[in-house]
């Protein structure tokens, strides 16, 4: 069975960092391309990075890049989000994503993980 | 950045209507465009991609249209199990989403 499961979210202070991950199973990881899209609470979606299937390309949205990173680890199967300068609006659900083909749409959801930013 | 609009931002339907949705991006994406449902506590779940191609396993009643800039999502009957909320997105450059559309009961 297919399946994303993310981990990671916790309840941070502003300026801090955190690492996301998400452990995919039931599909060969490495043939694929993911992407990072967070919700707000009772808001819309937004797509955050995303990383071609070997990791040789990254992508960010511009309200993230500089303060952002996605990695990944094919031998590990497992896929990051390195998060720094946390900000209050960064609190968010945050999903992983498979991406069907390159600039294609996003099959595969993970339930998401909650980060808070909050003093 | 690519932008990309949605109307309406909700509306209200009964049981066996004919509901059109509507995404409209800030240029040309050819047919980068993808839909999504979204029900209250999940994950979002594609239904259409590429414009019109159906995802395996979406019922025959969501059919999608468009291209350039403007797109239809169309639920030929909908269904109490498609109250919800869409949102479409573009994936030509990055990817952008829509702000969604909610689907309720009239």
């Known amino acids: ?119 | 950045d690519i932008q990309v609009t949605q109307s309406p931002s909700s509306l209200s339907a009964s049981v066996g209507d004919r509901v059109t949705i509507t995404c409209r991006a800030s240029q040309t994406i050819d047919i980068y465009l993808n839909w999504y449902q979204q029900k209250s506590g999940r994950a979002p779940n594609l239904l259409i991609y590429s414009a019109s191609t159906l995802q395996s396993g979406v019922p025959s009643r969501f059919s999608g249209n468009g291209s350039d800039t403007d797109f239809t999502l169309t639920i030929s009957s909908l269904q109490p199990e498609d109250f919800a909320t869409y949102f479409c997105q573009q994936s030509y450059s990055g990817a952008t989403f829509g702000p969604g559309t909610k689907v309720d009961l009239k």
Not at chain 1, 67 to 88: C, G
């Open chain 1, 1 to 119: 069975q297919v399946d994303l499961v993310e981990s990671g979210g916790v309840v941070v202070q502003p300026g801090r960092s955190l690492s996301l991950s998400c452990a995919p199973s039931g599909f060969p990881f490495s043939n694929y391309g993911m992407s990072w899209v967070r919700q707000a609470p009772g808001k819309g979606l937004e797509w955050v990075a995303a990383i071609w299937y070997d990791g040789s390309n990254t992508d960010y949205a511009d309200s993230v890049k500089g303060r952002f990173t996605i990695s990944r680890d094919n031998a590990k199967n497992m896929l990051y989000l390195q998060i720094n300068t946390l900000r209050v609006e960064d609190t968010a659900l945050y999903y992983c994503a498979r991406e069907l083909f390159w600039r294609g749409p996003m099959d595969v959801w993970g339930q998401g993980t909650t980060v808070t930013v909050s003093s």
